[in-house]
């Protein structure tokens, strides 16, 4: 279940070049990861907590 994503590989290819390479602060997480927990927020309706 880890692997799986809102977004196809198309559609995260038309995401990924705005994202920022060069981080500085505290270690990321996935982004892909990431924004599939935010649609999933936005589509289930699902509270945040």
């Given at each position: 279940?880890?692997?799986?994503?809102?977004?196809?590989?198309?559609?995260?290819s038309?995401?990924?070049?705005?994202?920022?390479?060069?981080?500085?602060?505290?270690?990321?997480?996935?982004?892909?990861?990431?924004?599939?927990?935010?649609?999933?927020?936005?589509?289930?309706?699902?509270?945040?907590?």
């Amino acid at each position: 279940m880890a692997h799986e994503f809102w977004l196809s590989d198309a559609q995260w290819s038309a995401i990924e070049p705005v994202l920022p390479k060069v981080y500085s602060g505290a270690r990321r997480d996935d982004d892909r990861r990431i924004i599939s927990g935010i649609i999933h927020v936005l589509k289930s309706g699902c509270r945040w907590q």
